[in-house]
């Protein structure tokens, strides 16, 4: 199993671009989540799916689209970067009947928005 | 809400050296408590986890023992390698059905050999 991957793992955007990342998972999970990470604030919730066409906003959703069209993919979109939205992006998965909240992460992307 | 706070770092202890990172948490209910450890470059890894009151989580010779009458969770390692610097996170997890994990800002350790 490959686990959580994330695609792509760097970028580098300028004011106003747009992009998409993927996540991919592998282990038939229901439930996915997006996080950014920045420096002294841990991991922030972006957006969440508990399942195939389902989507839900977390702690900071705003600048930030997401789709969920097929169950082991979670797409999160940027429609206008902005430098604000620079930072790490993460991807965590889980299984809906799992006894214990342990989520499984990917590797990340570094995005920077100049 | 549910929040986390953790010990601000950057931290830095020779080899062998004792290690605590402290965490204390808010939360309605009884949440699970978890540490995540990231390696540089790398996505987090559970590195261990309490459900209840009094469990003690431990894995590759860190502890973290469960105290609901504190509300802490602190992290400890009686003897520190270079191989452990990284970046430690606390986290919990509540009573939400989304099963959200609720972050700490994170402690970046630096193990010197």
């Known amino acids: 199993n490959a686990g959580v991957t994330q695609t792509p793992k760097f970028r580098v955007l300028k004011t106003g671009q747009s992009m998409t990342l993927l996540c991919a998972q592998d282990?038939?999970?229901?439930?996915m989540y997006w996080y950014r990470q920045d420096p002294g604030m841990g991991l922030r919730l972006i957006h969440y799916s508990v399942g195939e066409g389902t989507t839900a906003k977390g702690e900071v959703p705003d600048g930030y689209n997401v789709s969920r069209l097929k169950k082991q993919n979670f797409l999160l979109g940027l429609e206008s970067a902005a430098p604000s939205q620079t930072s790490v992006y993460f991807c965590a998965s889980i299984r809906r009947g799992a006894t214990l909240n342990e989520q499984f992460f990917g590797p990340g992307t570094r995005l920077t928005v100049l | 809400g549910n929040s986390v706070t953790q010990m601000e770092g950057p931290v830095t202890l020779s080899e062998e050296a004792f290690l605590t990172i402290n965490c204390t948490y808010t939360?309605?209910?009884?949440?699970?408590l978890f540490w995540y450890v990231q390696y540089p470059g790398e996505g987090l890894q559970l590195l261990l986890k309490a459900t209840k009151a009094d469990d003690k989580g431990s894995n590759k010779g860190f502890e973290a023992t469960y105290r609901k009458e504190t509300t802490s969770f602190h992290l400890e390692k009686g003897s520190v390698q270079v191989s452990d610097s990284a970046v430690y996170f606390c986290a919990l997890s509540g009573s939400s059905s989304a099963r959200q994990l609720t972050f700490g800002s994170g402690t970046q350790l630096t193990v010197l050999p």
């Open positions: 282990m038939n999970h229901e439930y």
């Open positions: 939360a309605t209910g009884y949440p699970s």
